[in-house]
């Protein structure tokens, strides 16, 4: 079965060397929500705007329900934006301070030409509606709402054109935990609602188990281990996936986990590691670690990029 979304071999450099994605790869069927995880750098959100073309890729293919996104002209790309749409991390900034919140939801509906103004209306305050937010919230600009109130607007204006692919880049992060859980619950409706396809990035494991199907665990660049959320936090092969997952609190105050903790700084990706770049901070680490990258080894029905997999 051809995937939704195929990713291959995506890849993007900077001058001076700097390899912030570094050949991902990866399927993702249509209804299912890919959780990507990992530190701060990894390339999480690079990734995100590389799949939406908002930045260039130096190498790879990105193939929405079969069609190469990277072989579209501008024209084209512009029409095929409607199918994808990007959630932003700061409720803060992804809002135009000098735009009501009705002509901000409006504005992809204007770019795209889609129905007059009478209808433009009209969507709007539907969807204003669905988030959660007050009719009147159409007139008040940014700067008079709260952070999670900003986030239910980035989520109505994301979803106005009714996109096939949403991406959510660290959608919950800047939000007190409270807001966290209501944003989440939101979003699990719409997907269901409106048969969404997600990749949720975020470095918060809780949150990613909450709502992914499959999970890819990203390291300087590349995926390190990736499969069923299920199997993933379950049963973790790669030791940077089990140094993340032992970090998460658990719900019982009985239950204690045995904290990993990891050794230095994530290295420069100007200057990656030889072999596996993990193994400058992995507990695990042998000689041929540093010299051969490690193969995809499947463990469990899922595969790590791992000479030494498994608890």
């Given at each position: 079965?051809?995937?939704?979304?195929?990713?291959?071999?995506?890849?993007?450099?900077?001058?001076?060397g700097?390899?912030?994605?570094?050949?991902?790869?990866?399927?993702?069927?249509?209804?299912?929500?890919?959780?990507?995880?990992?530190?701060?750098?990894?390339?999480?959100?690079?990734?995100?705007?590389?799949?939406?073309r908002l930045?260039?890729?130096?190498?790879?293919?990105v193939?929405?329900?079969?069609?190469?996104?990277?072989?579209?002209?501008?024209?084209?790309l512009?029409e095929?934006?409607?199918?994808?749409?990007?959630?932003?991390?700061?409720?803060?900034?992804?809002?135009?301070?000098?735009?009501?919140?009705?002509?901000a939801?409006?504005?992809?509906?204007d770019?795209?030409?889609?129905?007059?103004?009478?209808?433009r209306?009209?969507?709007?305050?539907?969807?204003?509606?669905?988030?959660?937010?007050p009719?009147?919230?159409a007139?008040?600009?940014p700067?008079e709402f709260?952070?999670?109130q900003?986030?239910?607007?980035?989520?109505?204006?994301?979803?106005?054109?009714?996109?096939?692919?949403?991406?959510?880049?660290?959608?919950?992060?800047?939000?007190?935990?409270?807001?966290?859980?209501q944003?989440?619950?939101?979003l699990?409706?719409?997907?269901s609602?409106?048969?969404?396809?997600?990749?949720?990035?975020s470095?918060d494991?809780?949150?990613?188990?909450?709502?992914?199907d499959?999970?890819?665990?990203?390291?300087?660049?590349?995926?390190?281990?990736?499969?069923?959320?299920?199997?993933?936090?379950?049963?973790?092969?790669?030791?940077?996936t089990?140094?993340?997952?032992?970090?998460?609190?658990?719900p019982?105050?009985?239950?204690?986990?045995?904290?990993?903790?990891?050794?230095?700084?994530?290295?420069?990706p100007?200057?990656?590691?030889?072999?596996?770049?993990f193994?400058?901070?992995?507990?695990?680490?042998?000689?041929?670690?540093?010299?051969?990258?490690?193969?995809?080894?499947?463990?469990?029905?899922?595969?790590?990029?791992c000479h030494?997999?498994?608890?």
């Amino acid at each position: 079965m051809t995937a939704f979304l195929e990713v291959r071999d995506l890849k993007k450099q900077y001058p001076g060397g700097v390899r912030a994605v570094d050949g991902v790869s990866f399927d993702l069927q249509q209804g299912q929500t890919l959780g990507v995880v990992g530190e701060s750098g990894c390339g999480k959100s690079t990734l995100a705007r590389l799949l939406l073309r908002l930045i260039e890729p130096t190498f790879g293919t990105v193939r929405l329900n079969g069609e190469d996104l990277l072989a579209l002209k501008s024209a084209q790309l512009r029409e095929r934006r409607r199918d994808m749409q990007i959630v932003f991390q700061d409720p803060y900034a992804s809002l135009d301070p000098r735009m009501s919140i009705g002509e901000a939801i409006a504005e992809p509906l204007d770019i795209h030409n889609i129905g007059n103004r009478a209808d433009r209306r009209a969507q709007v305050l539907k969807w204003l509606d669905r988030v959660g937010l007050p009719r009147t919230a159409a007139e008040r600009f940014p700067h008079e709402f709260s952070g999670g109130q900003r986030q239910r607007i980035g989520i109505a204006r994301a979803l106005a054109l009714r996109p096939k692919l949403l991406i959510l880049d660290e959608p919950v992060s800047a939000l007190d935990v409270s807001i966290q859980s209501q944003v989440l619950n939101l979003l699990v409706d719409l997907k269901s609602e409106f048969g969404l396809t997600y990749i949720f990035i975020s470095h918060d494991l809780s949150v990613v188990e909450h709502i992914a199907d499959q999970v890819a665990v990203m390291y300087l660049g590349v995926i390190v281990e990736e499969g069923p959320s299920q199997a993933v936090f379950n049963a973790p092969q790669h030791p940077y996936t089990q140094a993340l997952i032992s970090a998460v609190p658990h719900p019982d105050p009985r239950m204690k986990r045995q904290r990993m903790i990891l050794g230095g700084d994530p290295p420069n990706p100007a200057n990656v590691p030889t072999g596996c770049r993990f193994h400058p901070r992995c507990f695990k680490a042998q000689a041929i670690c540093a010299s051969m990258p490690p193969p995809a080894q499947a463990m469990l029905d899922h595969p790590a990029w791992c000479h030494f997999p498994g608890p």
